[in-house]
């Protein structure tokens, strides 16, 4: 048997990770000098009543290989492989914490894609990981799959402020926007795994109007799109983007996260993405 391993990155809600059975790492969230995990001791509300009242822009770190560690010798053990979807590389260090681990555990059957995308996308590539397990999948032909279907990713977001990008250090190629956008709102994507501006908009309800536009150029039009809609702050904006969307593309609904902590860290409150797969 495959058992999958994914990290809180994903976004899926942890209920339904725990459900249908695929084990979950935490990221770490530091409030000075602090640490949190993102799964049982800090959830995005009590992260944002936090933000409020901290005197310097919390940090993130990758979960320490020790959190891989048990589960791979566990799995060792009973004679199952492991597959694992990770965020990019680019943006985090938990591809090369599952590899580390790895590496403790070498009797262990271990198979880590870096998928090169984060949120809603990645969460969208753990369900079907978990998907071709339960169908008997080898643990390759899932790596093979996963990979095909993350090279057909697309994925928009739009931020309230670069401050947050720009002091974790993860805007990438977007980072020419700093100092220059002043109240400019830029649309955002990850192109290889790094954060790339597409275009600029003056106000953020043009630059959502304008992300919606973009999706309706290039989204197929039918629920094997897998297009997700994630937010932090955001709640009714999500929803009635959600909405819109599902109408104009011909789909019953389309699934609304609320983005974990540590991608907020990174982010910044407000933040609205949208992710969907173009056709083979």
Known sequence: MVKIIADTTCGLPLEELAAIGVDVIPQIIIFDEQSYRDDNEIDTPTFLTKLK????????????????????????????SIVIPTPSAEVSGTYRSAEVAAEMVPEADVHILDTRTVAGGLGVLVRKAKTLADEGM???????????????EVVYF???????????????????????????????????GKVTAVEKQRTSAKALNRIKELVLEECPKH????????????????????ADLAEALGIDSIP?????????????????EVSFFKEA
């Open 53 to 80: 009242e901290a005197k310097e822009l919390p940090k993130t770190a990758a979960p320490p290989p020790s959190l891989y560690e048990p589960l791979y010798r566990k799995y060792a053990d009973e004679g199952h």
């Open 138 to 152: 080898r643990p390759e032909k899932i790596i093979e799959e996963l990979k095909a279907l993350a090279e057909r």
């Open 158 to 192: 739009l931020v309230d402020t670069l401050e947050f990008l720009h002091k974790g250090g993860r805007i990438g190629n977007a980072s020419y926007l700093i100092g220059s956008v002043l109240q400019m709102k830029p649309i955002l994507t990850l192109e290889d």
């Open 223 to 242: 629920s094997a799109s897998y297009i997700t809609v994630s937010h932090c702050g955001g709640q009714e904006r999500a929803q009635q983007l959600a």
């Open 256 to 272: 609304i996260y609320l983005l974990p902590p540590a991608i907020v860290v990174h982010c910044g409150p407000g933040i609205i």
